[in-house]
């Protein structure tokens, strides 16, 4: 698919031809809780996956704009492959963490295997022979069974204190158990990883600190100079607003198709359209503005304590604005919507389940923003 694309079209016009795909296969992925193999290969060969890689390793370190807007394009169709491809890109992001060596392990065959993770520190890693041990269970890894790579999160003692850190892992190394069955996202397959005392070498580890503060080994790019909450909100928003765009071209559609023959079906009128039009496609606009304005901050260049807990404050803002519209539009649909395999019911589905990220919550970012707003003239 790159190879048909010029350098000027860039990702989205890649992102345009995997919704289109995306979308003819949402409901079926749906079914079968993963997401279908042709999509997954468009997603990589889109360059979702290099996105964030360094150049140095053939990637492209791009912008958060770019692959913001182009998640959102993809979640338009399908919410479940618009995350995926969020995660596949801000993964290559966080692996150019990694020492050189780790990285030149990763990256050795190219710039697009498909990492997956898990950020939370559930597992517990033993220094042993310059490298650690590492085991331990981590749920919700979206995509992971087409992964090539993992980069999860355990725990481990330095000096007697306890230190967070991450590690590489190939697909060899770790099993998957069936474990994602839910109301929404469905078709992520964020199954459960497991590591069974798995020795991983010292070049494929990094702290925690160093991806908090943001500060990639010999980073070359702007995007390896970000601390990951300033930017970390935005992957997971994209696919909402994408989400939330979609269902309300749904919803249009049919609304006015029922509003041009509203006279000759004797409806003389409709529970609030024009409000619940202008409303909504307000909400989403506004959104849409909020999460252009993280990317552009974090596409800038440096980005300070406020910066930081403004974007996870406009971040855990704007998803409520697209929920609160999705369900707006759901309830305005009537009957028709909450048919089985209907596109508006996934869509409500899939945006609220997507919205309980831990890391979308409104008041723990409006905690962090006043933190720092309180001290600032």
Partial sequence: ??????????????????????????????????????????????GFARHFVPARWGGDAGTFTEVSRAVAAIGESCASTAWYAS???????????????????LWRDGPDPLIVGALMPLGEATPSDGGWRLTGRWPYVSAIEFSDWALVCAMVRTDGRPQARFFAVPRAAYTIEDTWFT???????SNTLVLDDVRVSA????????????????ADAPCHRVPLKAANGLGFAAPILGTATGALKVWTS??????????????????????VLARSAAEIDAARLLLDRVAAV????????????????????????????????FRAAGTRAQADGNALQRAWRDANAAA??????????????????????
């Fill in 87 to 105: 995660l596949t890109a801000g993964l290559g992001r966080m692996a150019a963490y990694l020492p050189a060596a780790g990285q030149a392990e």
């Fill in 298 to 329: 974090v596409d800038g260049g440096p980005v300070g304590a406020l910066e930081t807990a403004r974007n996870g404050r406009d971040c855990a803002f704007a998803v409520d604005l697209l929920v609160g519209a999705v369900d707006r539009l």
């Fill in 254 to 275: 049919w609304i006015a198709e029922k509003v041009r023959t509203a006279p000759a079906n004797g409806i003389t009128g409709g529970p609030g359209y024009d409000a």
């Fill in 203 to 218: 070049e494929m580890s990094f702290t925690r600190d160093v991806l908090t503060v943001g500060t990639a080994a010999e």
């Fill in 356 to 377: 309980s990220h831990v890391v979308l919550q409104f008041d723990p970012a409006a905690a962090a923003y006043a933190a720092q707003a309180w001290h600032r003239p």
């Fill in 1 to 46: 698919m790159r190879d048909q694309l010029s350098e000027r079209d860039g990702l989205r016009a890649a992102a345009e031809q995997v919704a289109d795909l995306a979308g003819k296969r949402a409901g079926a992925a749906e079914a079968e809780r993963r997401l279908h193999p042709e999509v997954v290969r468009a997603v990589l060969d889109a």
């Fill in 183 to 189: 109301v929404g996202m469905r078709a992520t397959g």
